[in-house]
C-alpha cells in the first residue's frame, strides 16, 4: 500500500509539472510569434527593394526550401515550403533573405514569406514589364 501511495505522489507531481512546462511551451511560442511578427515589420523599413522586372525567382539546390514569417531562422512557418525548380516573386531582400509570394498555378492559392535568399536564382524575368 506504500507503493501506491508513493506513485500516486509521483503522479500528482509529475502531472503539475506536464502542465507548467505545457504553459510555458506556449507562452513562449505566442511571443516568438509576437517577436517575428514586431521584427518583419521593423525590417520593412530597412529592406532593399527588388525591381518588378526582375522579381521571378528559381528555386535552386536540393531539398524543400522553407519559408519563414520574418528574416530570421526563429520565425519559422511550419510546414510551408516550396521544392527546388518552382518559381516565386521576390519582392525584397534583407541580410540572408528574400521577401516572396508563391502562387499555386493550379489551385491559385498562394503564401507569402521569407525564404534564405541563397537558395534563388533570378530567371531575368519578373511581374512588371522593362522600362
Known amino acids: 500500500m506504500v507503493r501506491v501511495l508513493?506513485?500516486?505522489?509521483?503522479k500528482s507531481t509529475a502531472m503539475r509539472l506536464g502542465v507548467v512546462l505545457l504553459a510555458v511551451f506556449s507562452f513562449w511560442r505566442i511571443t516568438q510569434?509576437?517577436?517575428c511578427g514586431e521584427f518583419d515589420s521593423l525590417v520593412k523599413k530597412r529592406e532593399m527593394y527588388v525591381p518588378g522586372a526582375d522579381s521571378e525567382r528559381q528555386v535552386a539546390g536540393n531539398g524543400r526550401l522553407q519559408f519563414y514569417s520574418a528574416p530570421d531562422v526563429k520565425c519559422k512557418m511550419a510546414g510551408v515550403f516550396i521544392l527546388?525548380?518552382?518559381?516565386?516573386d521576390a519582392y525584397y531582400t534583407y541580410g540572408y533573405y528574400t521577401s516572396?509570394?508563391?502562387?499555386?498555378?493550379?489551385?491559385?492559392?498562394?503564401?507569402?514569406?521569407?525564404?534564405?535568399s541563397n537558395r534563388l536564382k533570378s530567371t531575368g524575368l519578373g511581374i512588371a514589364p522593362r522600362h
Open 84 to 88: 527546388p525548380h518552382q518559381k516565386i
Open 33 to 35: 510569434a509576437a517577436e
Open 100 to 116: 516572396v509570394v508563391y502562387i499555386d498555378v493550379k489551385t491559385g492559392s498562394n503564401v507569402s514569406g521569407w525564404v534564405r
Open 6 to 10: 508513493i506513485s500516486e505522489k509521483y
